[in-house]
């Protein structure tokens, strides 16, 4: 076998595309019966969408709450492995399920569109990295993952290392009205990533105006330490 | 102390030797007893072995297993930490017991050898790896580790990102006729990695085409992310 | 938003420093008493100091535990994510409380100055790394993180891979008579990091003789696996 028979132009059904952050989109039309027993996810789906980031967790995951909303499909999996390619933080490895695949590869096409949109906002630099997001409205992903409020705003701040995190948080609880719905660190919550995270729910101009608050502090103290972040997506708060 | 007066030949009694994957091989010829009693490996053995990669675990598990099989020596712990030098997945620490230091230093020098050969199905690309591992007759190491039948073939895939692991594994399944060993998810029995892990016991060639299948797939996924893989071992399968 | 518009030169009162190993200090004057209440460190302090690092544990903690004690301030809590940038080990996140900001501050600062000394014992190859700490006099945060006696001399060792750390272990438990304090691995008490972890409180020049033997095997043992250790530190044992 030689790895380079195989082509870059992947013709496989199960395969729906890639994007930003080493994330791949995958359906899986008919799951094998005893692999699905082994899956804790239920048995109600044989129709799954696999969605699976190296680096990001948030902006990804607002992105599927959006295609799960826009679709006929269902969260059943969320985990965020402790990755980032040897930076401080997550990736993730979602699984959702539809009684259609055309639904599933609908939403996981739908993901990977949207996260090119919502996985803007990560800041990584030689030092450390930071993550944000925002939702207008949040929707089963963002609930299952952060506990958001449903229908309400939801906003996200992740701050690595730790000890950025800590005083984003703070500042952003300073900045508005708004109600914690999770609260992480290398030892709470988290896959022992060296962050500290914070979500909120709220109304809209609050939330944002908290995340901004916690995105301008953080990149004080980030770009203290010495070197300027690299943006590989396009911030859009 | 000036670190380069130590010679990169080293001739401590508990040296064995390195191989490929950040992977070095020692004996302990009297482990210290108030040592021994905080290992949680029993006091039956003061002979051990140790055995230690940064990157890879199913190919140097199958070489352990070969090793304990054909030596004196017995597996005392098998653990594998979040590792891969900043990729996804796991490296591993293993320690053998023995009556007899020569056994044990046999069974590490064995092992060493094997790993050459088994860490051979390991593909890493700019995006993530994929690992396999086959053996026509799994021991105790395979056992211990992945809850493999004894005395029956065994096969392992590892993907990351996780997503493709589970396409992996759920083509594996619709290849042939195997038993699941062990399933694991960066929430579920890994130690935190962006990995889905399956592991396969039954008969030969039943095994060995559910791992090709599952290798053929997942590299056609893997590629499809952007670049193709290194290769750090030679594939034996 | 232009992050080439923020300065490195940073000027929120937040900020007390950064040193090597990607470690930053921080304060915070007021918590937030709703984030305060998530944090599981009571809620006696409001004035917070926050120490932090990408890479590292024992050297900072040493740093830690002196400034605690030359300082009116109290360790409340300690973490060590899976970090190192890449590497097999932890980072750390601390948070200090105080009734006055001033001491808090002081804390940090003296914290960072330290860590300049005592996380000169740190030695990363191509291949793996070393980290050893002493401490004549062991203080509240060595007891809070490695169960160290009060008042006596405390050393600390970790290898990596984790067959490294063991028989640096095993060396420096037949060097001298120490107490063990902690003994952790990738399943025990890590952040599943790939390391084996010893730490000694007892008389000075047992627990030094200990930790020296330790780094000459380590080191040798680190050597052969091809390359040399870069120091990113200055060593003072």
């Known amino acids: 076998m030689n790895v380079k028979d195989i082509s870059t132009h992947c013709t496989r059904t199960e395969f729906v595309g890639t994007t930003v952050l080493d994330t791949i989109g995958l359906v899986i039309s008919g799951i094998d019966d005893t692999l699905l027993q082994k899956m804790n996810i239920g048995t109600k789906y044989h129709a799954l969408g696999l969605f699976s980031s190296r680096t990001g967790a948030a902006g990804q995951l607002t992105a599927i709450d959006d295609a799960v909303k826009a679709t006929n499909t269902e969260i059943l999996s969320i985990e965020l492995p402790r990755d980032t390619k040897g930076w401080g933080g997550h990736g993730n490895y979602i699984v959702l399920g539809g009684n259609d695949i055309s639904d599933v590869r609908h939403a996981v096409q739908l993901a990977l569109e949207l996260t090119e949109k919502y996985a803007g906002e990560l ?35 992740a701050g690595s290392p730790a000890a950025i995190g800590l005083v984003m948080a703070d500042t952003a609880m300073k900045a508005s009205s708004v109600k914690i719905t999770s609260y992480m660190t290398p030892d709470m919550g988290t896959a022992h990533s060296n962050e500290v995270i914070l979500s909120l729910s709220g109304d809209a101009s609050a939330v944002k105006e908290a995340v901004l608050n916690a995105r301008q502090i953080g990149l004080e103290l980030l770009i203290a330490m010495g070197s300027y972040p690299e943006i590989p997506g396009t911030p859009y708060l």
């Open 123 to 157: 800041y990584i630099s030689e030092s450390g990295h930071l993550e944000f997001a925002y939702s207008a409205s949040a929707g089963p992903a963002l609930q299952k993952a952060f506990h958001a409020e449903p229908g309400e705003a939801f906003g996200f701040m």
